[in-house]
């Protein structure tokens, strides 16, 4: 199948590991350019741009200038952007755990959670949209976490922000869709194996795959595959939804 995205401009953040590595892979294979983001890891950012002949520039969630100069770089050095994907994340500095208790987190954690979470991608779709709205063409596609319908004990603040995608991103579907093809989805992905958590995937893996109708948790590139697809000028009709990529759980 062709996916219409040949020499189309897709912004991927946070794609310098993770999921969002193999996000940037799979774009990449179907010709188009793309533009990597990273935070704390450009050597990894880099290796990456040379191997899939794109772009890496640096970007904070948390830093509005950041978005601002991250566009302007992308608009200089190719014209025009017409897919973002919103992957980068900010995880709080506490990990996590059977005895975490959400009300003792320091105010200043929960919030940066919080606001770089739902800010930094909901500004950066500001700045991007007035673009796709006049060519009539984009496509936005938010990661999201299966947290978010699953809960998770220590993971109320990070679920909070990832939540907030969800409605947006329905929201906004029907804003872009009325001038043009505009398309704007969320994919959910459950526990998915990547090359950075082999070994938390070792020790709780089976907890999750147990309860898969597949039997196994999937990994970072076929969500990416579903990523790439919602993308693409291949999905013409699929906007304003949530997508669960998570082998069934």
Do not use: C
Not at 145 to 157: A, D, L, R, T
Not at 219 to 227: P, R, T
């Amino acid at each position: 199948m062709d996916l219409g995205l040949k020499d189309r401009t897709v912004v991927v953040t946070g794609a310098s590991g993770g999921i969002g590595r193999e996000i940037a892979r799979g774009y990449a294979a179907e010709g188009a350019r793309v533009v990597l983001t990273y935070r704390s890891t450009p050597d990894e950012a880099e290796t990456l741009a040379r191997e899939i002949n794109g772009i890496a520039l640096p970007y904070d969630l948390g830093d509005p200038g950041s978005a601002e100069a991250l566009v302007a770089g992308v608009l200089e050095r190719t014209g025009g952007i017409d897919v973002l994907v919103n992957n980068a994340v900010r995880w709080g500095d506490r990990p996590p755990g059977p005895d975490a208790s959400f009300e003792d987190v320091p105010d200043a954690e929960w919030v940066e959670v919080l606001r770089d979470n739902v800010e930094g991608a909901l500004r950066l779709s500001r700045l991007v949209a007035p673009g796709m709205r006049e060519r009539g063409f984009g496509r936005f596609v938010h990661v999201s976490s299966g947290v978010v319908n699953e809960g998770m004990i220590g993971g109320e603040y990070y679920a909070a922000a990832k939540g907030a995608l969800h409605g947006f991103s329905r929201s906004a579907a029907f804003s872009l869709g009325r001038d043009g093809d505009i398309l704007s989805n969320v994919v959910m992905p459950g526990f998915t194996r990547t090359a950075r958590n082999e070994a938390m995937a070792a020790a709780v893996g089976h907890h999750y795959s147990a309860r898969a109708p597949i039997g196994r948790l999937l990994d970072a590139a076929e969500v990416a595959n579903a990523v790439v697809y919602l993308g693409s000028a291949a999905n013409t009709g699929i906007t304003g939804q949530v997508i669960a990529v998570t082998g069934g759980v």
